[in-house]
T-cell receptor, first 114, second 113 residues
Framework: GAGVSQSPSNKVTEKGKDVELRCDPI?????LYWYRQSLGQGLEFLIY????????KSGLPSDRFSAERTGGSVSTLTIQRTQQEDSAVYLC????????????FGEGSWLTVV | GQQLNQSPQSMFIQEGEDVSMNCTSS?????WLWYKQDPGEGPVLLIA?????ELTSNGRLTAQFGITRKDSFLNISASIPSDVGIYFC?????????????FGKGTTLSVSS
């Protein structure tokens, strides 16, 4: 598609269950970011992928959070044993590596842990 | 995680008024960016600033990269109802294009007509 695509757009899960959130980047965009946006909060950096380099995982809040990017394209953010404080919008953003700072965001995956 | 100090947290203004919001940081940034987020959508880039002291306009929007490289402001002139949304500042710490952006907590703008 033309933009960054995220799925699911909404997910309600029970506390303790695992969830997977998917991001399809814009074709050709080698840089991919995951951010978390909690109610009334800014965008909290989680993880960054660039090509085949080792990802920058410095923003992941705990070892329950992990992310993969297969083949340099689609990325999956996995949250294990979800907690209520994980409820947030998870935003994916991508850009061409050397095209300045125009990063394009998806519409986000709204996660609610009950 | 790291965040910028963005203020004000929210603003309620009348259509036609000018608006100003700003971000500060204890760290030096090489790039400052301003994004707008409409409800249910991802943020969209408004203005990008790359040099200390740079003043850039985009229509009714004007933003400046502070001389100290630790702050930036965004002004919106003659506000209109479609300016409603959340405005985020973002800074890039490193000189490399791949360094993650750090975001402020946002300024929620409400415009009454």
């Amino acid at each position: 598609g033309a933009g960054v695509s995220q799925s699911p757009s909404n997910k309600v899960t029970e506390k303790g269950k695992d969830v997977e959130l998917r991001c399809d980047p814009i074709s050709g965009h080698t840089a991919l970011y995951w951010y978390r946006q909690s109610l009334g909060q800014g965008l909290e950096f989680l993880i960054y992928f660039q090509g085949n380099s080792a990802p920058d995982k410095s923003g992941l809040p705990s070892d329950r959070f992990s992310a993969e990017r297969t083949g340099g394209s689609v990325s999956t953010l996995t949250i294990q044993r979800t907690q209520q404080e994980d409820s947030a919008v998870y935003l994916c953003a991508t850009k061409e590596f050397l095209s300045g700072n125009t990063i394009y965001f998806g519409e986000g995956s709204w996660l609610t842990v009950v | 995680g790291q965040q910028l100090n963005q203020s004000p947290q929210s603003m309620f203004i009348q259509e036609g008024e000018d608006v100003s919001m700003n971000c500060t940081s204890s760290s030096i940034f090489n790039t400052w960016l301003w994004y707008k987020q409409d409800p249910g959508e991802g943020p969209v880039l408004l203005i990008a600033l790359y040099k200390a002291g740079e003043l850039t306009s985009n229509g009714r929007l004007t933003a400046q990269f502070g001389i100290t490289r630790k702050d930036s402001f965004l002004n919106i002139s003659a506000s209109i109802p479609s300016d409603v949304g959340i405005y985020f500042c973002a800074g890039q710490l490193g000189a490399q294009a791949g360094t993650a952006l750090i975001f402020g907590k946002g300024t929620t703008l409400s415009v009454s007509s």
